[in-house]
């Protein structure tokens, strides 16, 4: 399957979801996740009409989207991986949503490169709902505060929450846990679901999905 005609099925699937969880045709939009992918590939999803993309990594993103950023002004760029404090000038500069606001020093350095650079990509914050050891997020207790306290503390804008759900629960109850979170905190966006799941988070109110190997195949880890 060529990547046009898998994006091609995945919007399908998303119109789907979105008429029977009762919600306006594209209300969700599609994060379409080249980690691992190639340029070429990414071109090849720009040609079949897909803007939107994710990237976990500052230093991957950096070689490949400049360049197809600047054939395409439309394109925008998702950082849905961790963010370090010292990838913050770099992340402030190219993308334009970043997901993963999860702590202080973070929010402080972003705060202090928007202001610098006078460019304000919309921010999320990550939430372990899952409340795992290994992975990074707030815990959901701790939510509600830490989106105050980037508002009052930071002078941040905060455009809403993601979550990866724990791998082998059952990610419904994960997804509706951060829709209540997102309503408790006053934020529009929802950023929750992947090629596995996606159908579920729409139906739990997801404003974006997070799809990869749906579109573009088989990822190597392997590959830089």
Request: net charge neutral; charged share 25%; with cysteine.
């Amino acid at each position: 399957m060529t990547i046009s005609e898998a994006l091609g099925r995945v919007r399908a699937v998303i119109e789907g979801a979105e008429e029977e969880a009762g919600r306006p045709a594209g209300s969700v939009t599609l994060i379409a996740v080249s980690k691992t992918f190639p340029e070429a590939d990414i071109r090849a999803a720009v040609a079949a009409g897909q803007r939107v993309f994710g990237e976990n990594r500052v230093q991957e993103a950096a070689g490949k989207f400049p360049a197809v950023k600047a054939d395409f002004p439309a394109v925008e760029l998702h950082l849905i991986g961790p963010l370090q404090s010292n990838k913050t000038r770099e992340a402030v500069a190219l993308f334009d949503v970043i997901h993963t606001v999860d702590r202080d020093k973070i929010a402080a350095a972003l705060a202090k490169e928007m202001q610098a650079q006078s460019r304000f990509p919309k921010l999320l914050v990550q939430v372990n709902t899952g409340e795992e050891p290994q992975k990074a997020g707030i815990a959901p207790r701790e939510t509600v505060e830490f989106v105050k306290r980037c508002r009052e503390v930071h002078g941040l804008t905060i455009s809403g929450l993601m979550c990866i759900p724990p791998v082998g629960d059952p990610p419904a109850p994960h997804f509706a846990l951060l829709d209540e979170l997102a309503r408790r905190s006053g934020v529009a966006f929802r950023s929750m679901g992947m090629s596995s799941d996606y159908e579920t988070a729409i139906g739990q109110g997801a404003t974006h999905v997070r799809v990869g190997s749906a579109i573009f195949g088989y990822r190597d880890y392997g590959v830089a």
